[in-house]
């Protein structure tokens, strides 16, 4: 380690508990790996994402990031990963996405989704550390390239995976010092309360195959999480639309993202 690497990890370690922790995150990156945006997020389970480092550049809309926090989050692998309890450490997006989920209507929404580029189809490459501070309650830092700029190549991947214990290390002390709120309520509940305030009038059941359909699954990825048969999901989903007086998955989509719309007024 050289005497610039030195100081770049004394930079962070005095950053600890600070506002200014994720741009000396940044710091180890500088000339080894090239990314257009970063952020640092609290997730709590049913709680709002906090953004506790902006690395954005400008390139979001406000309203963007307001809708994200109010509940456009709960669609986001990283945290849907970080709530089921998925291993910490470091993940590109495609590893934790759903089968359908790049296709999906957060994907591909830029009135919702903080990414570089919300061109249909287009994968964006985003890379994130996920660190577990308690029973559904994580910090995520990620890191994203646009589309133009291709992939993180296999030198930035290993750089970034042999920064994991130092970074995973710093978040978790940055986690003591995060206000003592962090205990989420209804540590019980399955279902996040915007899933169900959006979709109130459905069966537990129905509630949970929209929620997977939201996130980003298949009729066969929903059986496989669920343990049933494929038919049986079709029937679920049918039942469903013709309770919520809809015929599609785009319009599943824009009921759910009119709730939090209304829900943040």
Request: aromatic letters at 8%; charged letters at 15%.
């Amino acid at each position: 380690m050289n005497t610039q690497d030195v100081d770049a990890v004394a930079r962070l370690i005095a950053a600890i508990g600070s506002a200014t922790l994720g741009p000396y995150l940044c710091g180890l990156l500088d000339g080894v790996v090239g990314y257009d945006m970063s952020c640092l997020y609290l997730f709590r389970f049913d709680q709002p994402a906090e953004l506790l480092h902006d690395g954005y550049r400008g390139q979001v809309a406000v309203r963007t990031l307001d809708a994200y926090s109010r509940g456009g989050y709960l669609l986001d692998p990283f945290y849907v990963a970080s709530m089921n309890r998925h291993p910490g450490g470091l993940w590109h997006m495609s590893e934790l996405a759903p089968d359908s989920f790049f296709s999906s209507g957060f994907a591909i929404s830029p009135d919702l989704h903080p990414c570089v580029s919300s061109t249909h189809g287009t994968q964006i490459d985003e890379i994130g550390y996920i660190v577990h501070l308690q029973t559904r309650t994580a910090l995520v830092f990620s890191l994203m390239k646009a589309q133009e700029h291709g992939a993180f190549d296999e030198a930035e991947v290993a750089y970034l995976q042999r920064l994991t214990p130092l970074v995973s290390a710093t978040l978790e002390q940055h986690g003591r010092h995060l206000p003592r709120h962090l205990e989420t309520a209804g540590a019980d509940s399955q279902l996040e309360s915007a899933f169900v305030g959006a979709l109130g009038q459905l069966t537990e059941a129905q509630r949970h195959i929209a929620k997977l359909l939201l996130q980003g699954h298949s009729n066969a990825s929903i059986a496989c999480q669920l343990g049933i048969s494929e038919g049986t999901v079709k029937v679920h989903k049918h039942n469903l639309y013709q309770r919520l007086e809809i015929s599609s998955h785009a319009e599943l989509f824009r009921l759910f993202i009119g709730y939090i719309a209304q829900a943040g007024r």
